[in-house]
């Protein structure tokens, strides 16, 4: 896969080109970028990473070997109405756009091998899990060549179309949870005298140091969570108070939610 032309220049497109180029995946000189209004980040694209910021579209997409759609889900159908006179048939179109479904692409692009990803924002330091389904028309060397592209931000787990619903619900979203988790023993944290830095290294490393033991120990949460709790000891009372505000039910509602949100996109 030798030139990639990414339409939309947002965070997720940032990201990913930070990692094709911090790991050396693809030259800065075969990365195209167009955008929709914003010179001003397209310039600032080509001074941080080199890469060609373009206006031709109709130049850029002869020359793709993968079109990547990075703007947000109002704006894909009008994007891929004025990609459609344009892009030869048979070139791979990788698409960020939460929710929007293959064939709604298809249906305005024509058949062709398509890939949907489902990354997250931890694609900035390398870290993203991302979920990528493809659909038939998608060859092995294609593959291939999308993993290695994915390989830069993170990690990848191939899925069924249907189950990027669920995959955008846990781990697209998911980051946001855990943040909103910080933010709140972060702000009880502070109630007790301590300072906001001393404060914040507490929960993200507690966090960072949890999150290590779940990848390197080979056991499940419930019995990690097991071994710090003390009969009648400090982590009894905190848990039984998150058992008291429902606070598992509260995450099932949350994924639940956000994945029926995922599927009324897709139906929008
Ligand atoms: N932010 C996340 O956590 C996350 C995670 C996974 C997937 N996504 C998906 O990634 C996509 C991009 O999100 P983002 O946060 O980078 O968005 P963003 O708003 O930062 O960037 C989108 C860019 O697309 C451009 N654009 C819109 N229409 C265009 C067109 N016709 N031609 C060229 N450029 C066009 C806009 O000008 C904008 O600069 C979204 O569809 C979102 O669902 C986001």
Same mark, same amino acid.
């Given at each position: ?6 339409i939309?220049a947002?965070?997720m497109?940032e ?11 693809i ?7 167009t955008n929709?209004s914003?010179?001003a980040k397209?310039?600032?694209l ?6 060609s910021a373009?206006?031709?579209?109709a ?7 993968l ?6 889900p109002?704006?894909?159908k ?12 048979q070139?791979?179109?990788?698409s ?13 692009l024509?058949?062709?091998?398509l890939?949907?990803i489902?990354?997250?924002t931890s694609?900035?330091? =390398?870290? #993203?899990?991302? $979920?990528v &389904? /493809?659909n038939?028309? !998608?060859n092995?060397?294609t593959k291939? @060549?999308?993993? *290695?592209?994915?390989?830069?931000i993170?990690?990848?787990?191939e899925?069924e ?5 669920a995959?955008? =619900?846990? #781990?697209?979203s $998911?980051? &946001? /949870?855990f943040?909103? !988790?910080?933010e709140?023993m972060k702000? @009880?944290?502070? *109630?007790?005298?301590?300072d ?5 290294q ?5 966090m ?8 390197r120990v080979d056991e499940?949460p419930?019995?990690l969570r097991?071994?710090?709790?003390s009969p009648?000891?400090t982590t009894?009372?905190?848990v039984k ?5 429902n606070v598992?039910?509260?995450f099932?509602?949350c994924?639940?939610d956000a994945?029926a949100?995922?599927?009324?996109l897709a139906?929008?």
């Amino acid at each position: 896969m030798k030139n990639i032309l990414f339409i939309g220049a947002g965070s997720m497109a940032e990201a990913i080109i930070h990692g094709l180029t911090a790991q050396q995946v693809i030259d800065a000189a075969h990365i195209f970028v167009t955008n929709k209004s914003n010179e001003a980040k397209l310039t600032q694209l080509h001074e941080a990473y080199g890469i060609s910021a373009t206006y031709e579209l109709a130049d850029a997409l002869q020359q793709a070997d993968l079109v990547v759609l990075a703007m947000k889900p109002k704006d894909v159908k009008a994007a891929l109405e004025k990609i459609a006179a344009h892009i030869p048939a048979q070139t791979p179109v990788l698409s960020i756009v939460a929710g929007y479904a293959m064939a709604s692409i298809e249906a305005i692009l024509g058949a062709r091998p398509l890939a949907r990803i489902m990354p997250n924002t931890s694609a900035q330091i =390398a870290l #993203s899990t991302t $979920g990528v &389904a /493809y659909n038939a028309a !998608v060859n092995d060397g294609t593959k291939q @060549a999308i993993t *290695t592209l994915l390989q830069s931000i993170g990690t990848v787990i191939e899925v069924e179309e249907d189950q990027l619903h669920a995959v955008t =619900a846990i #781990s697209g979203s $998911g980051p &946001a /949870y855990f943040y909103y !988790v910080v933010e709140a023993m972060k702000e @009880a944290g502070l *109630t007790y005298g301590l300072d906001e830095q001393t404060v914040k290294q507490l929960v993200v490393e507690t966090m960072a140091g949890a999150s290590e033991m779940l990848k390197r120990v080979d056991e499940e949460p419930q019995l990690l969570r097991k071994k710090i709790t003390s009969p009648g000891g400090t982590t009894e009372a905190g848990v039984k108070a998150l058992e008291k505000f429902n606070v598992k039910e509260a995450f099932t509602t949350c994924i639940a939610d956000a994945e029926a949100k995922s599927r009324e996109l897709a139906n929008s």
